[in-house]
């Protein structure tokens, strides 16, 4: 149970870039605004292409033992971060955060 595979595609609502998986296969969605005007939604997030597919299949892995929601469910859980001496109370997903590649916030 991992990510083992890739598709590209083009949102057709107002949804910013964003990353997601269906069964094992990650996702890459491109804004249609971002499309339209030629610009690439991904260019500063391409550092943490690492982070964010490890973080991806650990969605799956939780999925496929436990379910969607428990999977859906860690990307609501908080926790408290000290990032250069101050501190934040983020999502375990928001990978700016992250300090190694899980794609996993963990104070």
Do not use: W
Not at 28 to 48: L, T
Not at 59 to 81: C, P
């Amino acid at each position: 149970m991992a990510i083992n595979d890739f598709a590209l595609a083009c949102a057709i609502d107002e949804s910013p870039a964003y990353f997601t998986y269906e069964k094992e296969t990650m996702l890459v969605i491109q804004s249609a605004q971002d499309a339209k005007a030629g610009v690439n939604s991904f260019e500063y997030i391409e550092p943490f292409m690492g982070a964010l597919v490890s973080h991806e299949a650990i969605h799956v892995a939780i999925k496929g033992l436990e379910g969607d929601d428990t999977s859906e469910s860690l990307d609501d859980i908080e926790v408290i971060v000290e990032h250069d001496g101050r501190r934040f109370q983020v999502t375990l997903n928001n990978i700016l955060f992250a300090s190694d590649q899980s794609g996993l916030v963990i104070p």
